[in-house]
């Protein structure tokens, strides 16, 4: 875990006293909203339909126990009890008071976390890979390199005004976890033909109302370069990303109107340029960073023998654990999709990526016991306990039954993401949490044997449901003034990354579940051997999934 | 045209000549100063470095932060006369501006002088090296460089 030296808790603190000042003024009325608009959306604080919302900043999705726990208490002491984890790995609170919102980010202050950067035109939160330093199959651990950048773009004075926001992502795996190039940047750490350790960038990935896979840009930038090739990019697109159609600003749009290779002559020129100018921190502050991401303590020598008599917990293992680089450990994920049989036998699905404060301080706990004191927030908004001995993973799973945060449904149908839609959102057009726990009631009891099959809900054109990238993905419209779901097929964010296809006409709420439903029906009468949902799709086209639900 | 309101050129005045704009300045060797539209190309002065003694940089809208390129991109060149931002300049950026190499900001409206100073002491150290501001980011502070 990164920890904060004085330098980065001053300028934390600089921004909690900055941020109280200009609530002060906005309350006072010297402020105008217009004015204070961009300033409050670079502190995460939105205004939504009901409230104001705030979206605190997970940097690369790693939290400690005592983070997470003060997450927990933000839920309970501002908020209505929970909090809603996000698809950028990201918690964001629904129900919060603008004049508490200073009180907040010095509560946060205390745990080293803020809401720097979390929403407007500006470098956002950089993403990472949920189980780096865990996986055995990443080439390095990349959270150092966002840790690197997560600096160089904090207050960065030139590239605070963008023509649209900006997301980048690190990963150092071929087993893409994160999304990688659905991003404006995606990294992905490699080593070149010499062993050098260096940085892939693909540059204009996004979904929203364009979905673009970022085209590599750069095969290999050097480690002490890693700085100055990012601030080439970002010139380049603050100086020539569109800003007269706010549809046409983000970064995807410049690199594809002008073409990757010369998006990327003008970077190269840039980057020449700024070369001269000293502007890299020197490999010894990557080096210093680094330290804070070694190995924890592992234990040596212990066994990875399970005892599985238990059926619910080995469903759980089976579906929930991922294997860990250290013999005896395992990587645990905790569902934030739960989906309760009620006593009448009919299903309660919950909401996707909420916790209750309990839950969060549950987990945090279970972190600090049993996780080396380490949590990740996942895109997928689940949780993850990176570093548990497997001699501790029935217990683990025995506290998490109690807290209700124990469902076996990992990358299963209802492990769903789900934007908050317009139960909560300005810029929705129809809801996409109810339809969420539709499906997942309706799927729950098939969920195991369809197997792997992620399903993205975006409520708008906007896709922070991720619905491009869904092996099924659901896009929310207005249609006449009635909400309509559209459902696409053979979207992937994974490594082998593909963008989903429109099967038809759109349905209402009752018959988007119809439909969801006769997919898997094709794909379980269809599968041969051990092929994925997906694996099937890409077999055997759309044309018997078109049939079987418009037939 | 609104008038400077913050100057950080120690011991002079804001430069009172005549500006023109980029597209007339090749042409009008006698002009020393220049105005840059967010869309203008701040490099098309670079030739032209040696006459220039202000270049004023226009923020039409404060969500239009192309001018903060144009800035740095002048200053890394090496133009030392006065770097004007004008416009729609709101009291938050003055310290991105100052940073980003601008020594004289002239504001649509007025900035209050007190907060306009505890705006400017904002960021007891900053994280990145622009260059042009001459402050050292904190990486350089904890390696002693």
Not at chain 1, 438 to 449: H, Q
Request: proline share 4%.
């Amino acid at each position: 875990m990164y920890l904060y030296d004085h330098y980065d808790q001053a300028m934390v603190d600089a921004r909690v006293a900055e941020f109280r000042d200009q609530t002060r003024r906005r309350i006072e009325g010297t402020l105008s909203e217009e004015k204070f608009r961009p300033l409050r959306l670079q502190n995460g604080l939105y205004l939504q339909l009901h409230a104001y919302m705030l979206r605190v900043a997970v940097p690369y999705g790693t939290l400690s126990g005592a983070q997470m726990k003060m997450l927990g208490d933000i839920a309970d002491k501002y908020d209505r009890g929970y909090g809603h984890f996000t698809t950028r790995q990201n918690i964001q609170y629904n129900w919060i008071k603008l004049e508490d919102t200073p009180d907040i980010l010095a509560d946060l202050a205390s745990v080293e976390m803020h809401a720097i950067q979390t929403s407007g035109n500006c470098i956002r939160n950089i993403s990472a890979d949920q189980y780096a330093g865990a996986t055995a199959d990443e080439l390095i651990d990349p959270r150092p390199y966002a840790e690197l950048l997560r600096q160089w773009s904090s207050f960065h004075p030139e590239f605070l005004a963008l023509p649209r926001k900006f997301k980048i992502c690190v990963i150092a795996s071929d087993t893409d976890r994160a999304a990688m190039r659905l991003h404006d940047i995606g990294i992905q750490i490699v080593k070149n033909e010499a062993g050098e350790i260096g940085a892939a960038f693909y540059v204009g990935g996004g979904m929203g109302r364009t979905p673009f896979i970022a085209p590599l840009v750069k095969a290999f930038v050097p480690l002490d370069e890693l700085i100055t090739y990012s601030e080439a990019c970002l010139r380049v697109y603050n100086r020539y990303g569109r800003r007269d159609n706010k549809y046409k600003a983000r970064i995807k749009i410049l690199v594809h109107e002008l073409g990757v290779d010369e998006y990327r002559r003008q970077v190269e020129e840039e980057f020449a340029h700024l070369q001269t100018l000293a502007i890299e921190p020197p490999l010894a502050e990557l080096e210093r960073i680094k330290t804070f991401f070694a190995d924890p303590a592992y234990e040596a020598g212990l066994s990875d023998d399970l005892d599985l008599s238990n059926p619910a917990f080995a469903a759980w293992v089976k579906n929930n654990t991922a294997a860990h680089k250290t013999p005896g450990y395992a990587i645990v994920n905790i569902s934030l999709k739960p989906v309760k049989t009620l006593a009448d036998g009919s299903k309660q699905a919950g909401i996707p990526g909420d916790a209750t404060g309990e839950q969060i301080r549950v987990m945090a706990d279970l972190a600090k016991t049993y996780s080396f004191d380490e949590l990740r927030v996942t895109h997928t908004q689940n949780i993850v306990l990176p570093h548990v001995r497997k001699a501790d993973l029935f217990t683990v799973w025995e506290k998490l039954v109690a807290a209700e945060l124990a469902e076996a449904n990992l990358d299963k149908i209802t492990d769903i993401i789900a934007c908050p839609g317009l139960d909560y959102c300005t810029l929705a057009n129809a809801r996409s949490i109810p339809v969420a726990q539709k499906i997942a009631e309706r799927m729950a009891d098939k969920a195991e044997e369809i197997g792997e099959l992620k399903l993205k809900i975006s409520g708008c054109i906007n896709a922070c449901g991720h619905h491009h990238a869904g092996h099924i993905g659901i896009l929310g419209v207005d249609r006449k003034g009635l909400e309509n779901y559209q459902l696409l097929l053979g979207g992937c964010e994974g490594a082998d990354t593909s963008l989903g296809k429109i099967v038809g006409p759109g349905f209402d709420e009752d018959g988007i579940v119809g439909a969801v439903e006769k997919a898997t029906q094709v794909y379980l009468a269809n599968k041969e051997g051990e092929e994925r949902f997906l694996d099937t799709y890409r077999r055997i086209g759309m044309n018997p999934f078109k049939e079987a639900i418009y037939g | 045209m609104a008038d400077v309101q913050f100057l950080f050129r120690e011991g002079e005045e804001a430069v009172s000549a005549p500006t023109v704009a980029l597209s007339a300045f090749a042409e009008d060797t006698n002009a020393t100063a220049v105005v840059i539209e967010p869309g203008e190309d701040a490099r098309a002065l670079l030739p032209h470095l040696d006459r220039l003694s202000l270049v004023e940089v226009t923020f039409p809208a404060f969500t239009d932060g192309r001018g903060f390129s144009s800035a740095r991109i002048l200053r890394e060149a090496g133009y030392t006369g006065e770097l004007r931002a004008s416009g729609d300049i709101g009291v938050d950026m003055l310290s991105h501006l100052h940073r980003c190499g601008f020594d004289a900001i002239a504001p649509n409206t007025p900035l209050d002088l007190a907060q306009a100073d505890t705006a400017l002491k904002t960021w007891p150290q900053v994280y990145q090296a622009t260059v042009v501001d001459g402050r050292k980011p904190i990486w350089a502070l904890r390696h002693g460089l």
